[in-house]
C-alpha cells in the first residue's frame, strides 16, 4: 500500500501539504477496502443467507466502488481547473456521465429488489462499503497529521 507523500516526509504533517496526487492514492485506498470487504462480504453473505443476498450485498459494492470512482474523477477535474485556471480538465462531460451513473445506479438498485428475494439488509450493508472504506482512509490521515 503506497502511503501519500505528506505522511512520509518529516516536516510535511498539515492539511496544506495535500496535494492532488495525496487526494488519488488517499481515494485509490479507499477503493481497495470496498474491494477487498466486497469479496469478503459477498462470501459471507453467501454462507450466512444465500446466494441472493450475496448477489445484493454485491450490486450494493459495486454502485458503492462505482461512487467512489466517479468522485475521484470530479473532484480531481474540479481541483485540475481550480488550480489551473481554464486550462483544466473539462467538467461538463464528466458531470454528465456522473448524474448518468447515478441514474445507472437508480435502475440497478430498482432491478435488483424487484428480481431477487435477497435481504435488503445485504444491499445496504454493500452500498455502505464506501462510507466504511472513507471512514478508515479518514481515519489514517488524521492520525498521519497528529502524530
Not at 480531481?76 to 481550480?82: E, N, Q, T, Y
Request: hydrophobic share 55%; aromatic share 12%; glycine share 8%.
Amino acid at each position: 500500500m503506497q502511503i501519500p507523500d505528506f505522511m512520509t516526509e518529516s516536516g510535511a504533517s498539515t492539511f496544506t501539504d495535500f496535494t492532488e496526487r495525496d487526494l488519488k492514492a488517499t481515494l485509490s485506498h479507499a477503493l481497495r477496502w470496498v474491494a477487498v470487504m466486497g469479496a469478503a462480504g459477498v462470501a459471507v453473505t453467501w454462507v450466512a443467507a444465500g446466494w441472493q443476498s450475496a448477489v445484493l450485498f454485491f450490486v450494493g459494492a459495486a454502485i458503492a466502488a462505482t461512487g467512489l470512482y466517479e468522485s475521484q474523477r470530479l473532484m480531481l477535474a474540479v481541483l485540475s481547473r481550480f488550480n489551473e485556471g481554464r486550462q483544466g480538465k473539462p467538467v461538463a462531460g464528466m458531470l454528465v456521465w456522473f448524474f448518468l451513473r447515478l441514474i445507472f445506479a437508480g435502475v440497478v438498485l430498482y432491478v435488483s429488489l424487484r428480481s431477487l428475494e435477497g435481504s435488503v439488509y445485504a444491499l445496504c450493508a454493500g452500498l455502505g462499503l464506501a462510507v466504511v472504506a472513507l471512514t478508515i482512509e479518514s481515519i489514517r490521515l488524521l492520525r498521519a497529521w497528529t502524530l
